[in-house]
Structure formats: C-alpha cells, structure tokens
C-alpha cells in the first residue's frame, strides 16, 4: 500500500482512480489513526464508523465499473457538528441536543455525498458555534496539534484539528465572525469563508443568520478550491443564495500572478494589540508577494474600530432568536422529567431547561442579545449597529475599487494556552477583531499559513476580496504557496 499520511484531495483521488489504494482501505487509515490519536486532541465528538465503511465500499464499486463521480469520490472527511446529517447524530457541541438524530442533511452534505465523499464522523466546536478556542465545548475541550496545551481556536476548532492532525484528508467548519479563518491560523490550515450567499446555509444551526456561513477547510489551497466547486451554488432551500457560476478552475495550472496585481494593506489592522512576531510573519508574507510582482499599497477602512462592538451587537441579538426555539419543549432535551416538583407553570420549564443545559457564553449571549431587542433599547443597539453594518460594508465596497485584494493578519496573537482567556470574554472576543469585518460586510476571505513564531506556532495570512471573487483570491493564495514551504509542515503527534 501507497504512503497515506498527510494526503489531499487530488494526490488521494488519483490513488483511488488508479487502484493503488482502496476508498475502505483509505476510510480504515483515518479511522485507525482517529483511535490512536484523538483520544489526546479531541477533535471528533462522534465517529461514524460503520456508515463510513458502507459508503467507502458503495465507492469502490463506482469506481471498478468505471463509473466515479468525481474527484471527491472515495474522499474521507470530518463535517462540524453544527451542520446536520441524516441519521448521524448532530448536537452543535450542546448538552440541550444530546442525541439529536436529524431526519435530514443539510444541502452541503447532500452535495457532498452525491460527489461520493465519505462521512467520518461529526467534528469538535464551541456549543452553537459560540466561542474562538473550542474551549466551550459542552463534551469535550478541543487541543492544537502543534502544542496540547494550546487552543486550537474556535469555534471550528475541530475542523482543523482534524485536518492538520490528518485524522481527515479535509473538512466542513462554518463562521459567523471568523470561525474558520480564526483556527485555521492557529493550526496552519488553508480555510475560506465563502461570500454570503455562495454556499447553502440549509441545515446549518443558526448563530448570527446574517453573519453564518458554511465553508470548506483543506491543506492546500486547491483542496478548498475543490470542495468549494461541489458544496457551492443556488439552493431552493435557502432564500439568501445567489444563482451564479460557481466553478473555480482548476487551481494546479494556474496563470502566473499577473505584474499588475494591486494588494491592499489596511494601516487598521497592524496597530495596537498585535503580537509582534504575528505582525513580522505577515509582513514578510506580504513582502514576497512584492517579489512576486503585485504592487502593495497602505490603505484606510476607517470603521474598522466600531467592527467589535457592531459585530457582537448584532450576532447576539441574532443568537437569541435562534437559541430561543431550545424550550425543552419542541426543540431540545427536557428537563422537565428530572424537576417535575419543582415545575408550577410553563415559565419554569424555560427556564429550569435553558439553565440545566446550555453552557455560560450561550447564557450571556441570550440574555445580552434579549436586553438589546427588547422595547426601549432595541433603536439604541441593534438598529444603531446596523446603521454602523452599512458603513462597514462601504468601507469594503469602496476599497475594492481601488484594490485586488486586502492582506491582514487572521488573528492578533498565535494560539493561546487552554484556560487563558476563559474567564476573560472580552479578551476572547477581541481574538477575532481583524475576521468579523469580512462578515458584517459579506465579503469572501481566507486563511493561508504564513510561518512559525518562534514557539513553533503557527501564524495565517488573511486575504479578503470583494462579494464573488473567490476565484481571484484562491488563485492569488494558490500563488504565495507554491513559493513557500509552510503546506508540507506536520506537527508531531
């Protein structure tokens, strides 16, 4: 048998085409590598183990008759348990969902298992997709790979633990304030956070409905652009899609990075709070993109100092809402069979289930989130921070008449030791200071590593380009790849 470690998507395709390797045989490497080593990193909460061996041999067959489906067929991944899967068991890393079993899959995984792809099992992340560390988790603590005493962010934590630990050749994460590009980062993944609208939200369990969205993470740049093309596109299902071409070429030939390439700089994002390790790697990220040809120019996005308050204003009255459909009643686990003597009216159900089983940061968002909708301060929060939303989104709007792309920093600091800033919510909130923005204003951004720290811990460049140019900016991070070494780096487990 072929050497397995660290495949991605196309080097595991070609194997299977050429029966080199066989897709059971390649679902029994990442299974066996998920019992030897997750038990220590904690990145999967469920394993599907016999679902996986079943569809792993559905795919042999397709592809001995000559009849793949494409190059994700065969292909093991891990999926963030905050999208949901038929049959499989979907919990949002929540005690209040403990034993879901949903009876149907987001439009995501559909797409993805008509390609052939394999469902390991559903992966690590903050409870709801509430955190940056994957630290609140209500089952387990989700650890970096490059060191276990570090978080490996959040909240699709296990997404890319996964994927750099290669407990899956890539992986599903979702973000609604940067919660792919965030622990990509942290882990030296490649994440992309597609535009709003570009891939189907059906299925995933809403946080912040305007802010959320599914994206792919891979080890390669051409990995994401490849499992883009297939979750990609309009769906009936979900209203906010838009109906536009969604194939990216294929990445592996791709054009010289044009001499006149224009890479914004914004001066908001190298200012104070930045590691200064994290601001010389992305600097010299950004300087061999000079060397390459692009022209680099500084630029202003003068709101980016109101993106925190703009970005938590409207994602906790937006997480509110949707927590609120979790009564113990239609949605959920009950505690009413476990209090019964303590129950007198409806009202205690609420509030004695809500309390037993939903974690501190969902607690605090929906209370937070509840006080600023209520009659009386609703015009003076939310309403003021859409006004603010609308300024941001301009700021973008306006840059990218000028430039190709904006190059940041994805984090403020590398990864940080478990337990750190737990009981510090706003220093937790501040780790995704240079990410929401992409958010608030729709736009598509990525992850790509950058380097090491001197700690050896890893460090991700942030490229962000306008609503629908995923193509541009993967084929601009396609480019920074190839000249540098930081894709063929493995942490030693």
């Known amino acids: 048998m072929p050497n397995l470690s660290n495949l991605t998507i196309s080097k595991a395709s070609d194997l299977l085409e050429k029966g080199e390797v066989a897709s059971v045989d390649l679902t029994k490497y990442y299974l066996d590598r998920i019992k030897k080593y997750d038990e220590k990193i904690g990145a999967f909460l469920l394993v599907a183990e016999e679902y996986a061996l079943k569809k792993a041999a559905e795919s042999d067959e397709r592809i001995k008759s000559g009849k793949k489906r494409g190059v994700l067929d065969g ?6 348990d905050v999208i949901v899967t038929e049959d ?13 079993n949903p009876p149907f899959s987001a439009t995501v995984i559909k797409k993805l298992e008509d390609a052939g792809a394999i469902i390991l099992g559903k992966l690590n992340c903050d409870e709801f997709a509430m955190g940056s560390s994957t630290e609140n988790s209500a089952y387990k603590v989700c650890r970096n790979p490059w060191d276990m005493d570090r978080v490996p962010g959040g909240s699709s934590g296990g997404s890319v633990a996964a994927v750099i630990a290669d407990l899956c050749i890539f992986s599903l994460g979702t973000e609604t304030g940067g919660s792919i590009r965030q622990p990509s980062s942290l882990c030296s993944t490649v994440g992309l956070k597609p535009t709003y609208g570009r891939v189907s939200r059906y299925g995933s369990i809403a946080y912040g409905s305007s802010l959320d969205q599914i994206g792919p993470v891979g080890k390669t740049v051409e990995d994401v652009g490849i499992v883009l093309n297939v979750i990609a596109g309009v769906d009936s299902l979900d209203s906010t899609t838009v109906d536009l071409k969604s194939q990216i070429s294929n990445l592996k030939n791709m054009e010289s990075l044009r001499d006149n390439i224009k890479i914004g700089v914004p001066k908001e994002y190298f200012g104070e709070g930045l590691d200064l390790e994290v601001e010389k790697i992305v600097r010299e990220a950004i300087d061999k993109y000079k060397e390459l040809g692009a022209e680099i120019v500084e630029v202003s996005l003068p709101m980016t100092e ?9 994602a906790m009255a937006e997480a509110s809402s949707n927590l609120a459909r979790y009564d113990g009643i239609k949605y959920g686990v009950s505690a009413i069979s476990n209090i019964k003597s303590q129950i007198s009216n409806l009202s205690d159900v609420y509030f004695k289930t809500r309390g037993a089983y939903l974690g501190d940061e969902q607690k605090r968002k929906s209370i937070l989130g509840t006080y600023e909708l209520s009659a009386g301060y609703y015009d003076a929060y939310y309403r003021k921070a859409q006004k603010a939303r609308t300024l941001i989104k301009k700021d973008f709007d306006d840059i990218f008449e000028k430039v190709d792309c904006l190059m940041t920093p994805v984090s403020p600091f590398p990864a940080f030791k478990i337990g750190e800033k737990k009981e510090d919510p706003l220093s937790m909130y501040l780790a995704d200071i240079y990410t929401i923005s992409a958010n608030l204003a729709g736009i598509c951004a990525l992850s790509v ?9 890893p460090v991700g460049l942030q490229l962000m380009g306008p609503r629908f140019s995923e193509e541009k900016l993967l084929r601009i991070a396609k480019k920074y790849e190839d000249v540098t070494e930081w894709k063929n780096k493995w942490p030693a487990i």
């Open 75 to 80: 292909v093991p991944f891990g999926i963030k």
């Open 88 to 100: 499989i068991d979907t919990t949002a890393a929540s005690k209040i969902l403990e034993g879901f």
């Open 306 to 314: 109101y993106a925190v308050p703009t970005y938590y204003l409207i």
């Open 449 to 457: 590593p950058c380097g090491f720290t001197d700690s050896k811990l």
